[in-house]
């Protein structure tokens, strides 16, 4: 009889494509997963992966037995969800997937150990990664996210529009100047988002405003495009309250209706009558101004140093 972790562990290398991007998926270390997938090629006596110097590539057996084991994964994610929304007690992990920037500002915030202390049975795991998790498969109980949901099951509530801007290093404007319309970006050097977060909204914004800008670097996270930005390497759009500490740091532009990104609160409905899920979601309601506060700043928080008297 197959082992569902095996199957788990086949569907993230045929998804990754190597061992070692499937570990870190899984959160296991690559031995792990290597381990089992060689325990189900033993067990079906075939090979499923061809193993090439770039990665891993599925045989034809391996395609042919890919969308059972999908239908397995959906069965078992259904069973746990539905196991996980007949809950009835106020005790567990509520785990909370957010965009890293936003998760650092949580973590700084005193809302978690107000959450703790009006349910002291629960604790928040926050899940601060870029790339969106999948509530449908129990990857995160709650996610909050800067992209409105396309999935029919998911249940979302709009809670924040949070401004982004187009910044610069002074060092950058000294030695290049400063774009004085958007149009003259595509002139510059520019920031480009990459991997998972290569479709963020104002990535696409950015691939429409300067089509020809030279790629000074690529940034698979948004404190990575902070970092890029600072070094003086080019130009790139920013989350205004993640920068506004940074007095090396120039905003070129007044505001953008474009980047100003709505900010949603996600769960999946199945979900929605889970105590601990409706207690983390009652608890935002009741915080409502002071999480607004966190994902956006206060009002004059979105005024940040702009590059007119440094325009070259």
Known sequence: MFDWNDLRHFLAVARQG?????????????STVHRR?????????????ERLTGGYRLTRLGEELRPFAERVETAITDLERHAASRETELTGTVRVTCPETAGYRLMKSPLLDAFHARYPGLRVELLMVDRTLDLGK?????AFRT??????????????????????????????????????????????FDGAIADHTAARWMMRTAPHARVAARCTSVPALVLAVKSGAGVSPLP???????????????????????????????????????????????????????????ADREKSPRADASRG
Request: charge should be positive.
């Open 37 to 49: 997938v060689a325990e189900l090629e033993r067990q079906l006596g075939r090979r499923l992966f």
């Open 18 to 30: 190597s061992t070692i991007r499937a570990a870190k998926a899984l959160g296991l270390n690559q």
């Open 240 to 298: 205004v309250i993640a920068v506004e500490r940074e007095p090396d740091l120039a905003r070129l532009f007044d505001s953008i209706p474009e980047l100003r990104l709505p900010f949603y609160l996600l769960i999946h409905r199945d979900m929605r009558r889970t105590p601990r899920v409706r207690a983390f979601c009652d608890f935002v309601t009741s915080e409502i101004k002071a999480f607004r506060e966190l994902l956006v700043g206060q």
């Open 147 to 192: 992209s409105a949901p396309q999935d029919n099951a998911l249940v979302a509530r709009k809670i924040a529009e949070v401004p982004w801007a187009v910044f610069a290093s002074r060092s950058y404007i000294e030695r290049r100047g400063s774009p004085k319309a958007l149009a003259d970006i595509d002139k510059h050097d520019v920031i480009q």
């Open 138 to 142: 129990g990857e995160a109980d709650i």
